[in-house]
């Protein structure tokens, strides 16, 4: 794998209201904090979004201060080249070594790399598998 890394993903839940999205991202802008992944839903007249940030810590309690409900997880996060087949031959691999995935997203910003994360039943190990 090109990068692995172990990370904390942030679960905020808000209200599905318009102008939400940028409220919560211009609060982490505002914090100096960056976000390198996000999945954001609305359901439920709720907003949940999955942020993976450059600074976990700082990010929840600049939401906190918003009133949200903000939870912490960890996940993995794997930096691949960009090309046919890297999401199935992650998946075969941790799939061999019975992990499961519980959800993973991720894009390609079109220059090479893809970013994807993945919430799996034992990180830990998925990580040792993916080196």
């Given at each position: ?5 172990e ?28 976000v390198?992944?996000?999945?954001v ?16 810590k ?16 960890k ?19 941790l ?14 910003a ?5 970013l994807?994360?993945f ?13």
């Amino acid at each position: 794998m090109t990068h692995l890394s172990e990370e904390t993903e942030l679960t905020v839940t808000t209200p599905d209201e318009p102008g939400i999205f940028g409220r919560v991202l211009g609060t982490l802008a505002n914090a100096g904090v960056n976000v390198k992944a996000l999945y954001v839903y609305s359901e439920a007249d709720q907003g949940h979004f999955h942020l993976v940030t450059s600074d976990a810590k700082k990010a929840e309690t600049a939401l906190r201060t918003l009133g949200y409900k903000v939870k912490a997880k960890k996940i993995i996060t794997v930096l691949v080249t960009d090309r046919i087949g890297a999401g199935a031959e992650i998946g075969a691999l941790l799939g061999n070594a019975v992990i499961d995935i519980r959800y993973s997203y991720g894009s390609s910003a079109g220059e090479g790399k893809t970013l994807l994360v993945f919430h799996t039943s034992n990180n830990r190990k998925a990580v040792d598998t993916l080196k």
